[in-house]
């Protein structure tokens, strides 16, 4: 099984920044990562895409994102990060790292962190 772990949510001003961590995982397994992105889901509201990343680093943001937040993967550490700034209220949700994957002896898998609250506060 692989597991996602999100870090880095937490409180912040309006206008400032937060830097989300996703680390993937899997105890026993074989794996291979195809994209990792990041969804976030308001109160009321549906589950969103935020930014999406390949392994070949190919990037796709929300309009809502768009040269405010800025996704990265470290491919060797399994990691991925979504740099958040000039946060607006309307930003606060709880963001989920998802990651499309191939297990060997398995197939391909598509996986979901716990998720990690930001709250923009103005």
């Known amino acids: 099984q692989v597991q996602l772990v999100e870090s880095g949510g937490g409180l912040v001003q309006a206008g400032g920044s937060k830097r989300l961590s996703c680390v993937a995982s899997g105890s026993g397994i074989i794996f291979n990562i195809n994209s990792m992105g990041w969804y976030r889901q308001a109160p009321g509201k549906q589950r969103e895409l935020v930014a999406l990343i390949t392994s070949g680093e190919t990037t796709k943001y929300a309009d809502s994102a768009e040269g405010r937040f800025t996704i990265s993967m470290d491919n060797d550490k399994n990691t991925v990060y979504l740099q958040t700034s000039s946060l607006k209220p309307e930003d606060t949700a709880v963001y989920y790292c998802?990651?499309?994957?191939?297990?060997?002896?398995?197939?391909?898998?598509?996986?979901w962190g716990q998720g990690t609250l930001v709250t923009v506060s103005s």
């Open positions: 998802n990651a499309n994957t191939y297990v060997y002896q398995r197939g391909y898998l598509e996986v």
